[in-house]
């Protein structure tokens, strides 16, 4: 599929639309998805994914990778924070006051992922998919551990449509899995 633009006056969030586009009808083949089985058989750890935002688009990734079941142990996604807190073990003193947002909530996810599936890493993501009175622009965090060491990355994601956030994060958090075991 080619987008083009019809004229030059369309409006700049069709530019937004357009790139999101592409990144959501992109192949694993085009991200460092493919690595991360090799990496996983390689160092012999297991995977688990705590969701949020990206709704199971990070876990479809994931299964889309021949093998996968090879080390990916199995995810959830926790929506409210009942459900991080009752599933995840997310304290509610951390999670009510950021409305469940923030680097400190996306790490304890992977802490409670860990836990839950008996994984070596996990990777979580929490954000909001589409502007709120919290967030005008939406944005995502993103965390990968091990237990002892972790990386986090904040993603923002100006211009783009709900599916569209949840897919880009959904890429990104992969490609910081891939980093994070590259290290």
């Known amino acids: 599929m080619r987008l083009k633009?019809?004229?030059?006056?369309?409006?700049?969030?069709f530019h937004c639309a357009a790139t999101a586009l592409r990144e959501t009808l992109a192949s694993n083949s085009e991200t460092r998805m493919p690595n991360l089985k090799d990496l996983m058989l390689?160092?012999?750890l297991t995977l688990a994914v705590a969701e949020s935002l990206t709704?199971?688009?990070?876990?479809?990734?994931?299964?889309?990778?021949?093998?996968a079941s090879r080390f990916f142990l199995g995810g959830l996604t926790a929506y409210t924070l009942e459900e991080k807190e009752k599933l995840l073990g997310v304290p509610r003193e951390l999670a009510e006051p950021v409305d469940c947002v923030s680097e400190a909530v996306a790490v304890a996810m992977t802490q409670g992922a860990r836990t839950l599936f008996?994984?070596?890493i996990a990777?979580?993501?929490?954000?909001?998919?589409?502007?709120?009175p919290a967030a005008p622009v939406p944005y995502a965090w993103i965390a990968v551990g091990d237990g002892s060491?972790?990386?986090?990355?904040?993603?923002?994601?100006?211009?783009?449509?709900?599916?569209?956030?949840?897919?880009?994060?959904a890429k990104v958090a992969g490609?910081?899995?891939v980093d994070f075991l590259q290290t």
């Open 175 to 177: 490609d910081i899995l």
């Open 123 to 132: 990777i979580a993501t929490t954000g909001y998919a589409e502007p709120s």
């Open 149 to 169: 060491n972790f990386a986090t990355r904040r993603v923002d994601c100006p211009g783009l449509a709900r599916v569209a956030v949840q897919e880009h994060v």
């Open 118 to 120: 008996g994984a070596n």
């Open 5 to 13: 633009k019809k004229n030059a006056n369309a409006p700049p969030c």
């Open 42 to 44: 390689q160092k012999r």
């Open 55 to 67: 709704c199971g688009h990070l876990q479809a990734r994931i299964g889309a990778i021949s093998g």
